[in-house]
């Protein structure tokens, strides 16, 4: 893939109410890379990733997704470029416990019609046993049981499965390994990438952990590319 996945110029962003918490004038993400995002609480990470995923509009500035500037969009069409180009992991993983792992994972697919073409052209269950498979699970013994039924570890992979299966442009994952010991954050993110570049998925993973240097092709600190109003004059 080439190209640039993500490009931030010029934003702005503030809370309603509250001084600017991001002030990017330029960030990018070359197609296919891997990014870990770093940078101390509160210091506006899920913030970022909020703004990539079109959850919250830039109040100035320009932040384009696979080339298209997502303040060209509605509220509305910027769910639809989400549901069809990006795939999501949040903190708490947002599975829904009654439903079976194989459901929780198609839930990802939701009305999407570029994601599930994707699925669709390999067969939705033939898709879901591959991730499963390739993120350590077996989908044989896991696939029917309610997701509420597994361990912390094993709903981080399905959760992982599910911002997956449609073969997305880009994986956003926000602290995805902050349930998990040193050991189990390796192996897991270790996987989730060998998944990505198997289908040329950029990345933007947000994590604290040091350790998981190695893993990503690259590493930004946030506070070397926000600058917000304080930082801004002794910058
Ligand atoms: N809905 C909101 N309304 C007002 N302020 C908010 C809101 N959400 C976050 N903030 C503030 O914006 C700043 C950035 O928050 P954000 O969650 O993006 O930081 P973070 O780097 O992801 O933090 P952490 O590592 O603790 O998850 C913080 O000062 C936070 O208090």
Not at 77 to 102: E, K, M, S, W, Y
Not at 141 to 164: E, F, I, K, M, T
Not at 195 to 210: E, K, L, N, T
Request: aromatic fraction near 4%; proline fraction near 5%.
């Amino acid at each position: 893939m080439t190209g640039l996945a993500v490009e931030l110029k010029q934003v702005r962003f503030a809370y309603p109410g509250h001084d600017p918490v991001l002030v990017i004038d330029d960030f990018t993400l070359p197609a296919g890379q891997q990014l870990l995002l770093r940078g101390t609480s509160g210091s506006g990470k899920s913030t970022m990733l909020g703004l990539i995923a079109g959850v919250l509009k830039a109040s100035q500035g320009q932040v384009r997704v696979a080339g298209q500037d997502l303040g060209d969009l509605s509220g509305a069409a910027r769910d639809r470029f989400r549901a069809n180009h990006c795939g999501v992991i949040f903190q708490q993983f947002n599975l829904l416990p009654f439903l079976t792992v194989r459901d929780n994972i198609a839930l990802g697919l939701g009305f999407a019609s570029r994601t599930l073409r994707n699925a669709a052209a390999q067969g939705l269950d033939a898709r879901i046993k591959e991730l499963l498979d390739a993120l350590g699970l077996d989908a044989a013994s896991l696939c029917n049981r309610p997701a509420g039924r597994l361990s912390v570890g094993q709903q981080q992979r399905v959760a992982a499965a599910r911002a997956l299966i449609g073969k997305p442009r880009l994986l956003l994952a926000d602290e995805p390994t902050s349930a998990l010991d040193p050991a189990s954050a390796q192996a897991f993110l270790s996987v989730m990438g060998q998944a990505c570049r198997q289908d040329g998925i950029s990345c933007i993973v947000v994590s604290h952990d040091p350790t998981l240097t190695p893993l990503f092709d690259a590493v930004s600190e946030l506070a070397d590319i926000n600058r917000p109003s304080g930082q801004r004059a002794a910058a």
